[in-house]
Each structure stands twice: as C-alpha cells, then as structure tokens.
T-cell receptor, first 116, second 114 residues
C-alpha cells in the first residue's frame, strides 16, 4: 500500500513570496489533515478535510493560508504572502474512516519550508 | 484547551538501557492517547495507542499505560537499541470534536549510543 505522498520535500522562498504544497493521501482515505510543525515543537493542526469538505480550519491563518481538496482526493496548501515565521515542516496525514477519536492517522514525510 | 506535556530532551542512553519518556495530558473528557515516532528522514509513524483508562498499548518492545488518575501515558522500553534513536511524540485525540484531530506534545529526542 502506497503511503501519503507530499511534494516538494524542500522549499526555500523569500518573504512575501507565495508557495504551494501538494499532498496525495492513501487511496480511499476520506479524511485528510494538514499540520504545521515548527522546529522544536509538536505538529499543530491547520486544517482537516472530510472528503472535499472542511471539518476544522480554526487554526488556519486565513489571511495568508488557503487549502483545497479537489474531488476529495489530492490537496494543496498555499501560503501567500509568506512570512519568516512560516518556516516549518508542513505535514499531510490521512485516515481511513469518518474521523473518530481513535483512528490512526498516516503521515507523509513532510515539506520543509524555509522563508528568508 | 487540551494539551500534552512531554519531558524535555534530548535523552541519551547506552544500548540495552531502560527507557522512560514521561507524558502527561490535560483534557476534558477521556481522550485516546498515542505515541508517534519520527525516525531520521522519515514521516511520523504510529508506535502505539490506548483508547481508555488502564489500557496498555505495546509495539516493538515499547509499552505505555493510560493512567487516568495521574493523567499520564509514559513510554517505556526495557532495552533500547541504536535503531530506536528517533524523536518520540505523545499525542491525544480531541474528544470534544471527535474528528480525529491530534494534539501533540513537543517531542522528545532519543539518542542511543552503542
């Protein structure tokens, strides 16, 4: 079974530029998450999709971040314009069932973003 | 809001030593608890989980028991190997929303020396 795929693995941009990350979840997984992991901290949820609908985006800085999940499969996360504090690893995860509290989430390798 | 606190690292041990990584949580209700591991260059992987009080999760020689009275979920292994060197994250699920959202601790780096 193929895992969660993310691209690119690394990205360096200047502040005020825009950037996009792509995620392909495990086939058949209805739930998709984007987490932000700042160096030295644990991952923090940015947005959660159930199929192509948003379940939770309460921690997403909507003035600069946006995300979509086309046809309930792939997802993109965009930052425009980027700030220095956006430097982090962006993790995509997916899970199989309608999201419930004890469901295992499968994580991709992440995209490491550096804003200079 | 719900939160998870882990012992600070890095933790450096010799091979075959006993490992304990402390994890305590604050939550309304009774969350499921997880340990995830991140090996160098890889994504987060579920190591073990427990879904109710007094449950013991176990995998690859690691164990953790869900202690409701002390709100803890400490990770233990009797004899660590060099291959266990990784970052370990304690996490809980957000019961109030029941969406599968995970709240993570800050992670503890384990380095095992031969």
């Amino acid at each position: 079974e193929a895992g969660v795929a993310q691209s690119p693995r690394y990205k360096i941009i200047e502040k005020r530029q825009s950037v996009a990350f792509w995620c392909n979840p495990i086939s058949g997984h209805a739930t998709l998450y984007w987490y932000q992991q700042i160096l030295g901290q644990g991952p923090k949820l940015l947005i959660q999709f159930q199929n192509n609908g948003v379940v939770d985006d309460s921690q997403l800085p909507k003035d600069r971040f946006s995300a979509e999940r086309l046809k309930g499969v792939d997802s993109t996360l965009k930052i425009q314009p980027a700030k220095l504090e956006d430097s982090a690893v962006y993790l995509c995860a997916s899970s199989s069932t309608a999201a419930v509290a004890n469901t295992e989430a499968f994580f991709g390798q992440g995209t490491r973003l550096t804003v200079v | 809001g719900d939160s998870v606190t882990q012992m600070e690292g890095p933790v450096t041990l010799s091979e075959e030593a006993f490992l304990t990584i402390n994890c305590t949580y604050t939550a309304t209700g009774y969350p499921s608890l997880f340990w995830y591991v991140q090996y160098p260059g890889e994504g987060l992987q579920l190591l073990l989980k427990a879904t109710k009080a007094d449950d013991k999760g176990s995998n690859k020689g690691f164990e953790a028991t869900y202690r409701k009275e002390t709100t803890s979920f400490h990770l233990e292994k009797g004899s660590v190997q060099v291959s266990d060197s990784a970052v370990y994250f304690c996490a809980l699920s957000d019961v109030s929303s029941n969406t599968g959202k995970l709240i993570f601790g800050q992670g503890t780096t384990l380095q095992v020396k031969p």
